[in-house]
């Protein structure tokens, strides 16, 4: 893609921006909660004073470079002489344009890496909070699994009681209800340590945490990918650094101008009115600044290579988090379709059959073992899809731009 085409999208995406976009298909939930952790965040609040920063540069920039001047002489001899001036040095090449032009593009450049901080925090946290989900489920999982070998500890012994099994099986079920609590305690770690880290990436700490889309929504079929990409932030900053270093090559061209001085001075010689004109100009002889101009040139090449380069990588990882994304969901729904409602049948199906008698308490908890460890696995490929959703969101940047 050439240059001219991605400045051509860069300004069909500044001119169609909206104002606010949600995280497409997310709750009203969890756009409270990015809202909260960007108005509660220092690192965004950084960025938002280099805005302020920014926009006092250029009300600065498009000041007058040269103020007048005024010149008063006296002077006491045979004939007394008393002179007043004013002089003005007129910005000929006209810097103070250049200046502006510069101060404009700073501050596109701040507004455009405040919204890709915005972005990548938002998807930290929906990563994070992907993850937290993830292990509440699992947990709530091997909880399930736990309290179904706690069931079969009371059955077993009862049964035993009873004279129907033998010490074996109460010893079995023993050791499997053990087991099984310890996989609780882990996973109730592991939801201990994904929560420090939403509360880490968001900064906040809340009793209850909104819920991800479950599952995510399915990825796109056509989406419309260079006008996406054209609106990722820091593509945009990258082109504001571009009109930046261009108007450093105006800026390094209007210094090569040199600034002629005028004034006009008027007084008196004893009786006598004094009426004068000056004029000065510095002559550009032993420097004419024409190294300053091919620097600047050089700097506005290089800002043009960057975002060739940058472009490349931003469409890099849109395809790959597309494809992982679409990848992800076609195996979920693959699970969904074959596996996932023939589960619990047969939780139930094993139950019923060692109830009756006619299935063994070793392969009553080999197939019992086996679904919750299916249903865990489930969970996790659901994990990934919510994690491949939001990196899919984050490379299209569609979470986060205000």
Same mark, same amino acid.
């Given at each position: 893609?050439?240059?001219?085409?991605?400045?051509?999208?860069?300004?069909?995406?500044?001119?169609?921006?909206?104002?606010?976009?949600?995280?497409?298909?997310?709750?009203?939930? !969890?756009?409270?909660?990015?809202?909260?952790?960007?108005?509660?965040?220092?690192? !965004?609040?950084?960025?938002?004073?280099?805005?302020?920063?920014?926009?006092?540069?250029?009300?600065?920039?498009?000041?007058?470079?040269?103020?007048?001047?005024?010149?008063?002489?006296?002077?006491?001899?045979?004939?007394?002489?008393?002179?007043?001036?004013?002089?003005?040095?007129?910005?000929?090449?006209?810097?103070?344009?250049?200046?502006?032009?510069?101060?404009?593009?700073?501050?596109?450049?701040?507004?455009?890496?405040?919204?890709?901080?915005?972005?990548?925090?938002?998807?930290?946290?929906?990563?994070?909070?992907?993850?937290?989900?993830?292990?509440?489920?699992?947990?709530?999982?091997?909880?399930?699994?736990?309290?179904?070998?706690?069931?079969?500890?009371?059955?077993?012994?009862?049964?035993?009681?009873?004279?129907?099994?033998?010490?074996?099986?109460?010893?079995?079920?023993?050791?499997?209800?053990?087991?099984?609590?310890?996989?609780?305690?882990?996973?109730?770690? &592991?939801?201990?340590?994904?929560?420090?880290?939403?509360?880490?990436?968001?900064?906040?700490?809340?009793?209850?945490?909104?819920?991800?889309?479950?599952?995510?929504?399915?990825?796109?079929?056509?989406?419309?990918?260079?006008?996406?990409?054209?609106?990722?932030?820091?593509? !945009?900053?990258?082109?504001?650094?571009?009109?930046?270093?261009?108007?450093?090559?105006?800026?390094?061209?209007?210094?090569?101008?040199?600034?002629?001085?005028? #004034?006009?001075? #008027? #007084?008196? &010689?004893?009786?006598?009115?004094?009426? #004068?004109?000056?004029?000065?100009?510095?002559?550009?002889?032993?420097?004419?600044?024409?190294?300053?101009?091919?620097?600047?040139?050089?700097?506005?090449?290089?800002?043009?290579?960057?975002?060739?380069?940058?472009?490349?990588?931003?469409?890099?990882?849109?395809?790959?988090?597309?494809?992982?994304?679409?990848?992800?969901?076609?195996?979920?729904?693959?699970?969904?379709?074959?596996?996932?409602?023939?589960?619990?049948?047969?939780?139930?199906?094993?139950?019923?059959?060692? &109830?009756?008698?006619?299935?063994?308490?070793?392969?009553?908890?080999?197939?019992?073992?086996?679904?919750?460890?299916?249903? !865990?696995?489930?969970?996790?490929?659901?994990?990934?899809?919510?994690?491949?959703?939001?990196?899919?969101?984050?490379?299209?940047?569609?979470?986060?731009?205000?």
């Amino acid at each position: 893609m050439s240059l001219k085409h991605l400045f051509l999208l860069g300004l069909l995406a500044c001119l169609t921006l909206p104002a606010w976009a949600a995280p497409p298909a997310t709750s009203p939930a !969890i756009d409270d909660l990015l809202r909260q952790v960007w108005e509660s965040h220092p690192g !965004i609040q950084a960025a938002q004073s280099a805005i302020d920063q920014a926009r006092a540069r250029r009300t600065a920039a498009g000041k007058p470079i040269y103020n007048p001047e005024l010149e008063v002489d006296a002077e006491r001899t045979a004939v007394n002489t008393l002179s007043v001036g004013i002089n003005q040095t007129i910005d000929w090449g006209d810097k103070r344009g250049a200046q502006r032009q510069m101060g404009d593009s700073g501050v596109r450049i701040a507004q455009a890496e405040l919204t890709s901080l915005r972005l990548r925090v938002a998807s930290e946290v929906l990563a994070a909070l992907a993850s937290y989900q993830t292990a509440q489920e699992q947990h709530q999982l091997a909880s399930h699994y736990s309290e179904l070998m706690g069931q079969l500890v009371a059955t077993t012994e009862q049964r035993y009681a009873a004279g129907d099994l033998g010490q074996l099986d109460v010893a079995l079920a023993r050791v499997a209800f053990s087991k099984s609590r310890m996989q609780v305690a882990r996973r109730a770690a &592991e939801v201990a340590s994904q929560h420090a880290a939403l509360v880490a990436a968001s900064g906040l700490s809340l009793s209850q945490w909104p819920s991800l889309p479950n599952p995510p929504p399915a990825p796109p079929a056509n989406p419309q990918r260079d006008i996406l990409l054209a609106k990722l932030p820091q593509l !945009i900053a990258q082109q504001a650094r571009i009109a930046n270093a261009r108007g450093g090559i105006a800026l390094a061209r209007a210094v090569r101008q040199a600034d002629p001085t005028i #004034g006009l001075r #008027g #007084g008196a &010689e004893e009786s006598d009115l004094l009426l #004068g004109l000056n004029f000065s100009m510095p002559l550009n002889v032993r420097n004419d600044f024409s190294a300053q101009v091919t620097a600047a040139s050089q700097q506005a090449v290089r800002e043009e290579k960057i975002l060739l380069n940058l472009h490349r990588i931003a469409a890099s990882r849109f395809d790959g988090s597309l494809s992982v994304y679409r990848l992800t969901h076609r195996a979920w729904l693959q699970w969904q379709n074959a596996g996932q409602s023939h589960l619990a049948q047969q939780l139930a199906l094993v139950q019923r059959i060692w &109830e009756a008698g006619e299935l063994s308490t070793t392969d009553y908890l080999l197939q019992t073992g086996q679904n919750i460890t299916t249903q !865990i696995t489930a969970a996790e490929l659901k994990g990934e899809l919510r994690l491949a959703w939001v990196a899919w969101l984050r490379a299209s940047g569609q979470v986060g731009v205000p």
